[in-house]
């Protein structure tokens, strides 16, 4: 089964502006980050999207995933 809080984004740190790739899952949980500069980059989950977008898109992969059985029945 596929879970989107796995994936990654790249993020710039402030400090030295390199790339730098944490999941979908960090972001949600407001995870702290260190840069390889040394820079800790603490991560915001606006209003709790990131965390509601990858409840509901990992239900329609559930969702999916049973559509798909149902096929095959």
Known sequence: MIDISKERVSINCPDCKRSIKVTIGQVSKQASVRCNCGQSIQ???????????????????????????????
């Open 43 to 73: 991560l915001v989950d606006d209003k709790g999207s990131n965390k509601k977008a990858i409840r509901d898109i990992n239900k329609s992969f559930e969702d999916l995933e049973r559509t798909f059985k149902k096929f095959g029945k």
